[in-house]
């Protein structure tokens, strides 16, 4: 039972009842003092308007996957529907499908992964090494990507994947910029 403030509970005279509400009249505003921007705990961090080289990786990474995964997903869906032949009960057409979809889905969700955690670590190399972040070191990571990347395939290989993640990302940046730039969000 609540009881008004200042006064005591009937069947105990001598003592009063503690509650907890009655100083909160205000907004939780002024009684938290919450602050409105966002706090970091070295001066050094409140400087930089980027993230950090972790975040950076568990970012490019996370992304990564998770498109490569879904892209995967799709085109397994499709090959099990297109491998389904017409004798086929409806548990096994399922079974194709699902099947289909989570082996094709790992496969990219798996490579699609490694290459955003080696351009994540790429790129923060970049801005560690020139202590700059421009598009520059976007673009070098891609180029970097794509020939770590198809290293092992060989020389030639290993140049026209570094040319594609090059020009990759030097696409993705440079529709970033104009996205900025003309379209008010």
């Known amino acids: 039972m609540a009881y008004p403030p200042n006064q005591s509970d009937p069947n105990e005279p001598n003592r009063r009842l503690y509650n907890p509400y009655q100083d909160l009249q205000g907004s939780a505003h002024n009684i938290y003092k919450l602050p ?21 990786l568990t970012y490019y990474t996370g992304i990564s996957y998770l498109a490569g995964a879904v892209a995967g997903a799709g085109i397994g869906f499709v090959e ?26 790992r496969k990219f969700g798996n490579r699609a992964g490694v290459i955003g955690l080696m351009y994540a670590g790429l790129e923060s190399g970049m801005v560690q090494a020139r202590d700059t972040d421009d598009v520059i070191n976007s673009v070098v990571a891609g180029l970097g990507t794509g020939v770590l990347y198809k290293a092992a395939a060989g ?12 020009v990759v990302v030097g696409v993705a940046v440079t529709g970033k910029q104009m996205l900025r730039r003309y379209v008010p969000i």
């Open 155 to 166: 020389v030639r290989s290993a140049a026209v994947a570094g040319a594609i993640g090059g």
């Open 80 to 105: 099990g529907v297109k491998a389904s032949e017409p004798g086929d009960t409806l548990k096994l057409r399922i079974n194709r499908i699902l099947n289909g979809s989570g082996h094709t889905g």
């Open 36 to 56: 409105t921007s966002p706090e970091f705990l070295f001066q050094e961090e409140a400087i930089a308007q980027r993230r950090s080289w972790g975040e950076n």
